[in-house]
């Protein structure tokens, strides 16, 4: 299983990054508590999360009938926005 | 004070498209030193001192180097074993103001007017929106099907597009910053086409290089071997539309005569027209060809909108999807037909519409495990080649692939994919499973077979050895060597910035 959430004109910053992730009890308990996108910075925002599970992940969440749910999660950082055109003139604020 | 690159202790990268897997020492992340105001010359200099100390660390601590934009080749080209250094945040962009041009420069007031410098993180899509925006008015001549290619990944590997008229997407540039190593960084261009005053690459604080055409010529596709390039400039003709016209034809002799010959009075599809932009994709499994002959339109002047739609209730492959498929229909032969046919709607764009350039060649939705390869023959040789593949799909039996014919001129580029006079870009295109890639394999044997010349893309899957380099370049292969040489003269330097993937072609060292 894996679903992908994105922008319609993603503009990716840096590499994805990868965490995995387990949730106990149906998702009542998750460790971490959140995904931290300590990689994008400076404003950045996401660009794209990737939720997967893949068949081993996957046993295990049935044979524990969900109260052990591992997943992976990777996510991508998205440029904070497009900078101005600069002027080769050296104005350097020409928007 | 700038901010700092960023220290990443990954030793695992994959490219984009998750086809391979290479170990690294770490990754660094470089940031824009102002992000909210436009690119001036100093913040060029701040990113240059950047990448000339982490390329003096990595020579100092024995490591190799690259600059890592979008991940987007499918080929080894961009991959190092040292520190990947990621690129895909530095995105100025500045206008080139007339006033800084060469006495020397030789365009025209339109030409003039019509160049920018990007730095290498922009993508395509990111040179599209600028330049394509009202306020500008500017088109790229050409485009590669795709648009997240970082600008500087996509030129140095050749990426080329099917506009009958032009050369390929790195024939844009006109000049390139280069950074060498700790000590020297570049600012190159053709002798024969200057195009910046000594005074502002003096400023920069770069060496001008411009004493000769086959040093810009040997840069400009060189696939991250001659260094980082920070920075290009392009340059862009007034912007245009395109108006598409999908079909699906039979392949007979009248559409031969278009595929293999680029005559487009003998096939009515055409009415007689040359497109601007054409490409047909064959399908060995059938005798249906999918056309698309894209022709120019007048400019509406109005603001061009980007982005991916889609229907909220469609079904399509996930991101994943070809993973599942290439399994399947490695077990299951006979299902490749059927697949193929389907697969050729999703992965090329058969809706009709009008737009520039940037939205024409816009947002695909993404997918992992794609399989691509392209092959370049002389337009001579067409049809003898188009036929060879197709004979090839069926001795190794059906494989989830399919051909896409696009055409190109010749480039000065000393390594240029597009080396022919009239160059067909058979772009083979499916999905990533052990029979695509051994007829990956077999497809340049079976042309090596026939006597065929042809040359390879750099940044797809690609069978390219030293000897085919040599057989396909000549003595262009010794001037890139020698371009590389001066600018790279200690082979600790260049050691920095090889590879296997050059090692394998003969052009490392």
């Known amino acids: 299983m894996q679903y992908l959430v994105q922008p319609t004109e993603p503009s990716l910053a840096g590499s994805p990054q990868t965490v995995h992730v387990k949730s106990y009890l149906?998702?009542?308990?998750?460790?971490?508590?959140?995904?931290?996108?300590?990689?994008?910075?400076?404003?950045?925002?996401?660009?794209?999360?990737l939720v997967k599970r893949d068949f081993l992940q996957g046993l295990v969440s049935w044979i524990s009938l969900g109260l052990i749910a591992p997943a992976t999660v990777v996510y991508t950082c998205a440029n904070a926005g497009d900078p101005p055109l600069g002027n080769s003139s050296g104005s350097g604020g020409r928007e | 004070m700038a901010r700092q690159p960023s220290f990443n202790p990954v030793k695992q990268w994959k490219n984009f498209h998750e086809s391979y897997e290479q170990v690294i020492a770490g990754e660094y992340d470089l940031f824009m030193p102002r992000h909210s105001a436009g690119l001036t010359i100093e913040d060029m200099k701040e990113t240059t001192r950047q990448f000339q100390t982490l390329i003096a660390d990595a020579r100092k601590q024995g490591l190799k180097a690259r600059a890592i934009g979008s991940a987007w080749s499918l080929s080894r080209a961009p991959t190092t074993t040292g520190w990947a250094l990621n690129t895909n945040r530095l995105r100025g962009r500045m206008k080139i103001d007339p006033a800084d041009l060469d006495a020397g420069h030789t365009g025209t007031a339109d030409e003039k007017q019509g160049l920018y410098l990007f730095q290498c993180g922009n993508t395509v899509a990111d040179v599209n929106k600028v330049i394509e925006s009202k306020d500008q008015g500017r088109s790229l001549f050409t485009s590669g099907a795709a648009n997240g290619q970082t600008i500087a990944g996509a030129t140095s590997c050749g990426t080329h597009g099917s506009a009958l008229r032009h050369g390929a997407l790195h024939d844009h540039i006109v000049a390139v910053h280069l950074i060498a190593n700790g000590d020297n960084h570049f600012w190159i261009e053709r002798k024969s086409e200057p195009v910046m005053k000594a005074a502002w690459v003096k400023q920069l604080g770069a060496t001008l290089k411009r004493d000769d055409d086959d040093l810009f010529n040997a840069a400009v596709v060189s696939f991250g071997s001659f260094g980082i390039i920070q920075a290009v400039v392009i340059q862009t003709v007034p912007r245009y539309l395109l108006e598409t016209k999908p079909g699906?034809?039979?392949?007979?002799?009248?559409?031969?005569?278009?595929?293999?010959?680029?005559?487009?009075?003998?096939?009515?599809?055409?009415?007689?027209?040359?497109?601007?932009?054409?490409?047909?994709?064959?399908?060995?499994?059938?005798?249906?060809?999918?056309?698309?002959?894209?022709?120019?339109?007048?400019?509406?002047?109005?603001?061009?909108?980007?982005?991916?739609?889609?229907?909220?209730?469609?079904?399509?492959?996930?991101?994943?999807?070809?993973?599942?498929?290439?399994?399947?229909?490695?077990?299951?032969?006979?299902?490749?037909?059927?697949?193929?046919?389907?697969?050729?709607?999703?992965?090329?764009?058969?809706?009709?519409?009008?737009?520039?350039?940037?939205?024409?060649?816009?947002?695909?939705?993404?997918?992992?495990?794609?399989?691509?390869?392209?092959?370049?023959?002389?337009?001579?040789?067409?049809?003898?080649?188009?036929?060879?593949?197709?004979?090839?799909?069926?001795?190794?039996?059906?494989?989830?692939?399919?051909?896409g014919c696009r055409y190109v001129k010749k480039s000065p580029a000393l390594l240029a994919f597009n080396t022919y006079p009239r160059t067909l870009a058979i772009s083979i295109d499916g999905v990533d499973s052990k029979s695509s890639r051994a007829f990956f394999a077999a497809a340049a044997d079976r042309l090596e077979a026939l006597g065929i010349g042809f040359t390879q893309h750099w940044g797809k899957v690609n069978a390219m050895t030293k000897a085919r380099v040599l057989k396909a370049y000549g003595g262009n292969v010794a001037k890139w060597l020698k371009a590389r040489k001066e600018l790279l003269p200690d082979d600790k330097d260049r050691a920095v910035f090889d590879n296997a993937y050059i090692e394998e072609r003969g052009l490392a060292g």
């Open chain 1, 26 to 49: 149906g998702s009542e308990v998750q460790q971490p508590p959140y995904v931290l996108a300590q990689r994008c910075q400076d404003g950045e925002q996401l660009a794209r999360v």
């Open chain 2, 248 to 403: 699906i034809e039979k392949l007979d002799e009248k559409l031969w005569k278009a595929i293999g010959a680029l005559d487009f009075k003998a096939h009515p599809f055409f009415g007689g027209l040359e497109p601007y932009f054409f490409q047909a994709v064959i399908n060995p499994a059938t005798d249906e060809v999918l056309l698309n002959a894209n022709y120019q339109r007048a400019d509406d002047g109005r603001e061009p909108e980007y982005g991916l739609t889609q229907d909220p209730k469609a079904i399509g492959p996930g991101f994943d999807g070809l993973s599942t498929v290439g399994i399947i229909l490695g077990a299951f032969k006979g299902l490749i037909p059927a697949f193929s046919q389907l697969a050729v709607k999703q992965l090329f764009d058969t809706a009709k519409k009008t737009g520039t350039s940037g939205q024409i060649y816009g947002y695909k939705p993404p997918l992992l495990h794609v399989a691509s390869g392209s092959i370049a023959v002389a337009l001579p040789d067409a049809r003898k080649t188009l036929e060879a593949l197709i004979q090839l799909y069926k001795d190794i039996g059906p494989v989830p692939l399919v051909l």
